[in-house]
Nanobody, 115 residues
Framework: QVQLVESGGGLVQAGGSLRLSCTAS????????MGWFRQAPGKQRELVAS???????NYADSVKGRFTISGDNAKNTVYLQMNSLNSEDTAVYYC?????????WGKGTLVTVSS
């Protein structure tokens, strides 16, 4: 079992920045990839960014150049630095951890970008 706790969401003006954090606990040795997904009202959940245990990063085209995913192994925490936010980034952001044959999810943190 893996438990994920997100933090860092909130209200920000367009053009501003936020940093999300996700701390993992439990069977963290089995995690191969961690990532951030988001779900806007009326839309499907989509991948924002991911990072593998080897440090390989992947980004959605819509956030490339604006968002950065990073990890701190000592703190079992993954971060998502979000810059140049716009209204289309408004969503609930979910942390995800992949282990063999299973995905774990956090409860989500709301990011609201006001124009």
């Amino acid at each position: 079992q893996v438990q994920l706790v997100e933090s860092g969401g909130g209200l920000v003006q367009a053009g501003g920045s936020l940093r999300l954090s996700c701390t993992a606990s439990g069977s963290i040795f089995s995690i191969s990839t961690m990532g951030w997904f988001r779900q806007a009202p009326g839309k499907q959940r989509e991948l924002v960014a991911s990072i593998t245990s080897g440090g390989n990063r992947n980004y959605a085209d819509s956030v490339k150049g604006r968002f950065t995913i990073s990890g701190d192994n000592a703190k079992n925490t993954v971060y998502l630095q979000m810059n140049s936010l716009n209204s289309e980034d408004t969503a609930v952001y979910y942390c995800n951890a992949q282990v063999p044959i299973m995905n774990y999810w956090g409860k989500g943190t709301l990011v609201t970008v006001s124009s």
